[in-house]
Every structure is written in C-alpha cells, then in structure tokens.
C-alpha cells in the first residue's frame, strides 16, 4: 500500500522558472492537501481540495497553482520561482472532516536560487 | 480558527512516561483536539484524536479536561523514536482543514 506518494524529493529551481510538485494517493480519498513548512516552523497550507474538480485555497496560496481532474491526483503549479518559495512541500490525503486523520507523503524539499 | 498553546520544548527519559500539555482555552462544543508528530526529515503523522473522552490507541493515550480547556498527550514509555515535534490541533466541525501550530520539541535521553 502506497499512501501518499510525491515527486521529485529534491529540486533545485533559479529564480523565473516554473515546476509541477506531483502528488498522489491510493486511497481513495476525496480530501488532499498541500503545505509547505519553513525551516523551524509549522506547516502552512497552500490549498486544499474537497473532491475532483473543486478546489480552495489555504493560509498562503499566492505564487500557486492547483488543479484536481482524478481523485488521486493533486498537482501543485509553481509558475515563477522566486527565492521566499524555498521550502519544503508537504502533500496529505484524508477521507475528511474532524473525525479523520491526514496522511502526510515524504515531502519535496525545493530550492530556489 | 481556535487557538493552542503548547510549550515550546520538554525533555524526557527514555523507557519513561511523557506527559505533552495543551491549553485550548477557546475551544468549543464541536471542536475535535487531534495530535500529530514530526519525526526528523519526515512529513507529519496522525498520533490520535478525541472530543470529550480520553482516547487510548497502539501509539498514545489523550487525556480531556472536563471542561475541555486543555487536554494531555501521554506516550506511557517514551522511546528513542518518540523524539519529534508533537502538533496539538483543534479540528472545529466544518473546518475541512488543520492549522498547524509551532508544536512541542520532545527529546528524549537515552
């Protein structure tokens, strides 16, 4: 059983260029995440998605882009690197609601220069 | 969003007993308390939840205040692999999302 799996886990990027983080879930689950946690910090949400085709956004979306079309998927759109986006991303999954847990993938650690 | 106050680290031998406070001063009738963990150079991972009664599982146990005011993580013999940052999260009903906080820093002796 996979759980969440992301790609890349390390990317370095220079400032202007573009990338997609890839995520993806078997489980099922209508509900995905993405965070992204600076160095010493918690994790901020960037945008959510309660099902295919519906999407929010979180604390901190600017300088992103989502988009859900499968269940299992929910690709995160970096359109211009800048510097302030080094971080590392977190992806998680849930059936969703309170009495759900998150499922957390390992995490892409994306450097901007 | 209701808030959480946690210390910001606590120490603790191994083989014994961790007791991670959190104060929810503001929560309300509905709102669920999870707990979730960081280990090292990994994503988060659930540890428990509950609402008003203490809630045991294979990984800890979570104490409730009666009046909900705070609540209490207790890992009943810490290991070496229990060191991480613990995250007390109010869940309130129809929230569709978590908050993080800054967590707890646990480090555990040998």
């Known amino acids: 059983n996979a759980g969440v799996t992301q790609t890349p886990k390390f990317r370095i990027l220079k400032i202007g260029q573009s990338m997609t983080l890839q995520c993806t879930q078997d489980?099922?689950?209508?509900?995905m995440y993405w965070y992204r946690q600076d160095p010493g910090m918690g994790l901020k949400l960037i945008y959510y998605?309660?099902?295919?085709?519906?999407?929010d956004k979180g604390e901190v979306p600017n300088g992103y882009n989502v988009s859900r079309s499968t269940t299992e998927d929910f690709p995160l759109r970096l359109e211009l690197a800048a510097p302030s986006q080094t971080s590392v991303y977190f992806c998680?999954?849930?059936?969703?609601?309170?009495?759900?847990?998150?499922?957390f993938g390992p995490g892409t650690r994306l450097t901007v220069t | 969003d209701a808030k959480t106050t946690q210390p910001n680290s606590m120490e603790s031998n191994e083989e014994e007993p961790v007791h991670l406070p959190c104060n929810h001063s503001?929560?309300?009738?509905?709102?669920?308390i999870h707990w979730y963990r960081q280990l090292p150079s990994q994503g988060p991972e659930y540890v428990i939840h509950?609402?008003?009664s203490n809630v045991n599982n294979r990984m800890a146990s979570l104490a409730i205040a009666e009046d909900r005011k705070s609540s209490t993580l207790i890992l009943h013999r810490a290991t070496l692999r229990d060191a991480a940052v613990y995250y007390c999260?109010?869940?309130?009903?129809?929230?569709?999302?978590?908050?993080f906080g800054q967590g707890t820093r646990l480090t555990i002796n040998p």
């Open positions: 998680a999954s849930s059936y969703g609601g309170q009495l759900y847990e998150q499922y």
């Open positions: 489980m099922n689950h209508n509900y």
């Open positions: 998605s309660v099902g295919a085709g519906i999407t």
């Open positions: 503001t929560i309300s009738g509905t709102d669920y």
């Open positions: 509950g609402l008003t």
């Open positions: 999260i109010l869940y309130f009903q129809g929230a569709q999302k978590l908050v």
